[in-house]
């Protein structure tokens, strides 16, 4: 079992720059590959950003690349998003979530192949 809680949400203007984080319990961490997702308003949940678990391999959207980096920090059981250049479209709830038996190396893009979830932290980006 792995419970995770995200923080570091909050309100931006456009171009500037926040930092999520989400801490995850279990001795299993290590172990799982770790994902970003966003639901924006009237959207599906969408990919953004998973990194592999030993951090070395990241995956991104295409819609993120070159302004989030995804990072982790095994021995505190935290993963982060860096995000920078934040526009009014990056404006959504934002999950972290956690796979245990991930189809590639450096993780999923599929909301399915993850197994435990976060309950989300608020991003508004105010143009």
């Known amino acids: 079992q792995v419970q995770l809680v995200e923080s570091g949400g909050g309100l931006v203007q456009a171009g500037g720059s926040l930092s999520l984080s989400c801490a995850a319990s279990g001795r299993t961490f290590s172990s799982c590959v770790m994902g970003w997702f966003r639901r924006a308003p009237g959207k599906e949940r969408e990919f953004v950003a998973s990194?592999?678990?030993?951090?070395?391999?990241?995956r991104y959207a295409d819609s993120v690349k070159g302004r989030f980096t995804i990072s982790r920090d095994n021995a505190k059981n935290t993963v982060y998003l860096q995000m920078n250049s934040l526009k009014s479209e990056d404006t959504a709830v934002y999950y972290c979530?956690?796979?245990?038996?991930?189809?590639?190396?450096?993780?999923?893009?599929?909301?399915?192949?993850?197994?435990?979830w976060g309950q989300g932290t608020q991003v508004t980006v105010s143009s």
């Open positions: 990194i592999s678990r030993n951090g070395i391999s990241m």
């Open positions: 979530a956690a796979d245990l038996a991930p189809p590639a190396f450096s993780g999923s893009a599929g909301v399915s192949d993850y197994d435990y």
